[in-house]
């Protein structure tokens, strides 16, 4: 990503940052596919935390109401621990800690290793194929579980560290993995949302130690911070009514085409 000029840069960061953080396309891979195409380079990590920032913001604002159960759930947990994980949202809270594990652990295990691949066609492409496949795969789900098992949010955890590669969609493959491992629509997206908190909220935290320039950037951070979360609070909406209705599958038409694009794009060089 390339700073074209400090709020102009960040208004058009702020909205791609809000819709593929959520929609199931891939954020890393319309990064990757921008700097292959356009030779865009890395945005300044004070612009990029603020915005990772605004769409965590964002998350909590529109999964308020489950966070706040996981939150009740997190107090019985202290007060009576057999109690607690006898309740719905106690099995929902140890459903997200443990699928936080392989995440972290798979997260700071690729971390090095992905920025290199987001250069290759070849891995991005093949990446977006299997995001369009995970997203396609939706059409033949039939669950109806609102709670993962221990064995289901560990699958599914796994599948959201594998998702730190280039071209892989965090929100469309978790919602597909849940939602082939048993889960209903509504409970997919509920459980791929409240297990990104900790996991992007780490990351910011991680990438916040090496902040050095917020002086300078303060201003535009702030505003594609508050336009990612503009963005990303719609974008988050209609992506639950989209799961909703059964229709995930339809977004396999849109990375299809890109992937064969990315695929493409040696010939054109």
Do not use: C, N
Request: charged content about 15%.
């Amino acid at each position: 990503m390339l700073m074209m000029g400090a709020f102009t840069d960040a208004t058009l960061l702020g909205i791609l940052q809000g819709l593929t953080e959520f929609l199931p396309v891939s954020s890393s891979g319309h990064i990757a596919l921008a700097e292959m195409a356009l030779g865009m380079h890395d945005a300044p990590l004070t612009l990029s935390v603020l915005l990772h920032a605004g769409t965590l913001v964002a998350t909590l604002i529109v999964m308020r109401r489950d966070v706040a159960e996981l939150l009740r759930a997190g107090v019985d947990l202290l007060r009576s621990p057999r109690r607690a994980l006898g309740t719905e949202r106690g099995k929902l809270l140890l459903a997200v800690i443990l699928a936080s594990v392989p995440t972290a652990i798979l997260g700071l295990l690729l971390r090095d290793r992905v920025e290199s691949l987001g250069r290759v066609p070849l891995a991005v492409g093949l990446a977006l194929l299997a995001s369009a496949a995970a997203v396609l795969s939706t059409r033949w789900a039939r669950g109806e579980a609102q709670v993962p098992t221990l064995q289901q949010a560990l699958v599914v955890g796994l599948v959201q560290g594998v998702a730190v590669l280039p071209g892989v969609s965090r929100s469309g493959s978790t919602i597909a993995a849940a939602m082939l491992l048993g889960l209903s629509g509504d409970a997919a997206f509920r459980f791929s949302f409240l297990l990104s908190l900790p996991a992007v909220g780490g990351a910011v935290l991680l990438e916040a130690r090496h902040v050095t320039d917020l002086g300078a950037l303060a201003g535009p951070g702030a505003l594609g911070a508050l336009i990612a979360l503009g963005v990303g609070v719609l974008a988050l909406i209609g992506l639950r009514r989209v799961v909703g209705r059964g229709q995930l599958s339809l977004f396999a038409l849109y990375l299809v085409p890109l992937a064969l694009v990315v695929l493409a794009l040696p010939l054109f060089r």
